[in-house]
């Protein structure tokens, strides 16, 4: 009995070795557009719509993220995905993110602060945080720390 406990533990060490071996994080390529669902006062629910690459053989459901955001170097709020997102294997695919995005100033606020930003169309987005996602049986929290220089057609959809 006790030959049998050590061989099944041999195999699943090994199976979770090769599995873990073969992951890759999920890249976070460009940052394509935000909508807004439902805003109550600084609360809002978003589609933040990105473009990321999945170089694994394998789908990965996105389970839980966190970001903050930040427009020009201002901590623009808090984003939290409220619903699973699946990103499917081998390759770059657009996808939408509903997340919940806890605004730090009104959006009148963060106009003003953005003003000449927004007329020169010189706007940096950053999106930094944590993200989990499934591999099948497994689990796995990756970093996100994506910069970028967006257009302002692209954040049109927060109704500045």
């Not at 993220?65 to 081998?90: C, M, Q, R, S, Y």
């Not at 390759?91 to 806890?102: A, Q």
């Not at 689990?139 to 959809?157: A, C, I, N, R, Y």
Request: glycine residues 8%.
């Amino acid at each position: 009995m006790a030959r049998v406990i050590r061989v099944l533990m041999a195999l699943l060490v090994i199976v979770l070795g090769a599995t873990s071996c073969s992951y890759q994080d999920p890249i976070l390529k460009s940052f394509d557009g935000i909508e807004v669902i439902t805003m109550e006062g600084n609360n809002a629910d978003v589609d933040l719509n990105f473009t990321l690459e999945n170089p694994n053989h394998q789908k990965i459901k996105l389970k839980t993220a966190t970001f903050d955001v930040l427009i020009n170097k201002i901590f623009i709020g808090k984003a939290t995905l409220l619903e699973p997102t699946e990103l499917p294997a081998n390759g770059e695919y657009k996808i939408g993110m509903k997340m919940n995005l806890v605004l730090e100033k009104s959006i009148g606020d963060l106009a003003l602060s953005l003003g000449l930003a927004i007329l020169t169309n010189d706007i940096h987005l950053q999106v930094r945080g944590d993200a989990k996602g499934s591999l099948g049986l497994f689990s796995k929290t990756f970093p996100v720390d994506h910069s970028e220089k967006v257009d302002w057609q692209d954040l049109k959809g927060l109704s500045f």
